[in-house]
């Protein structure tokens, strides 16, 4: 009887016994070909790299809600499975220093990071400061020098606090300017989306390089010193519009407990068209996105033959998080279709279709994050499911507190996890193709997909179907904006 027992104990621990084969069953109709086909429309040139409020986003809302539609899915925003919502599009228009017809032109001599603009031309005193000098720069623009980029909020905010209304930071290393200028341009003088008006009082930074600072300041940039003033006229100007979106939601009500809901969410959006080339994202996140579609497709089929969750779930792919997490940051903030406190759990699927370098001799894994931070149950049920029934790798690297990538709080599971509610974040990590327009579907591992999906699905399963919701044992105080991966 004993070694009965004893055999019993490590059959359960290995994950050899309990498995629910309704589960399987079901987890089983997540296959490759489906998501390949799912990913070959969304990630298509067609999508037009599906930016925010832009065409190509829309058509991925449209075939999102349609395939919410044909799995029966309630349409839980008063009857439509759009959830409608505006942002404000500031784009900027002519930025520019200017000595008589002479003109430094912003994106080519120098970088405006800032949403504030002047109020047409202004004449504005420069002033060359030492960082650690504690003066009163009231209505000057200070003037730092610096080898290499790096704390350049720091600096902002330091002569903000010293009453400057802007920063000027002179880059010496011109490799380093010109590889800065390069690369964040074209990012910097898109158009930006955010949730509120824009700023108008933020501190205005400029990057420039050497030889603008000789041109502001009349002399060789060896003999600029401490103290020198210069007077330049300083033009910026932004164009504000609203500019609407949307997240995609379909409901599947739970049999026992309708009111508990686990939210299943991943983004659909990515970065559109950057100097005419198309970024089809379809890693980042066409790969989550679609992941969503075939665990929801799952749970359809398993409703259909009454064997719907306990639990209700919400699949919801949100828009904006390439703009600062704004869809998701829309419905925990703004607009709860259904209540936070009643939200069991986020399961948030963000990249899962490509393989890092850090696993290039091994494709069975994902990297989890943030699945101890609220609920220690959370945690303990997710490796159970893996242990259970697909035995990859779970790789907690970016789960470190210390993690200077910061993943936890950029992905829309934050927006979640800041209200308290347990969540576990699904990813593959970056790789040489990410927000590049060769991030494209054939190069996405879909045999590797088709088991992080079973993954996601299992724990939802479980989760939606288990006798007790999930315990918050962890209360999460911090609250850091979400920056967008």
Known sequence: MRKITYLVGLLVAFGLLAQDKTAMKYAKTITAEDLKAHL?????????????????????????????KSLGFEAPVDGSYFQQFDLTESLIGNVYFRKGDDKKVGFEDFVYYSSSETSGEEYIKAVVADEDDAKDYSGKYVVFTAEKLGGLQEKAEKAKEAGAVGVIVILEDDQEFESFITRYSPYLKRPSLKMEKRDNESTKLIIGDMSMASWMFDKEYDAIAVGDESQVIFNADYLDRPVGTENVLGFLKGTEKPDEVLV????????????????????????????????????SNAAKKNKGPKRSILFMTVTGEEKGLLGSRYYTDVDPVFPLENTVANLNIDMVGRVDDAHADNSDYIYLIGSDKLSKELHDLSENMNKTYTNIELDYTYNDENDPNRFYYRSDHYNFAKNNVPIIFYFNGTHADYHKPTDTVEKIDFETMEKRARLVFHTG????????????????????PGEGK
């Open 40 to 68: 070959s429309i969304i990630a298509s040139d067609e999508y037009e790299g599906r930016e925010t409020g832009k065409k190509g986003q829309k058509m991925a809302a449209d075939y999102i809600a349609k395939h919410f």
């Open 264 to 299: 299943i969410t991943s983004h659909y959006d990515h970065v559109g068209i950057i100097n005419g080339e198309i970024h089809n994202g379809a890693d980042d996140d066409g790969s989550g996105t679609v992941t969503v579609l075939e665990i929801a497709e799952a749970f």
């Open 461 to 480: 399963w479980e989760i939606a179907n288990r006798a007790e919701r999930i315990k918050v044992d962890k209360i999460k105080e911090e609250k850091v």
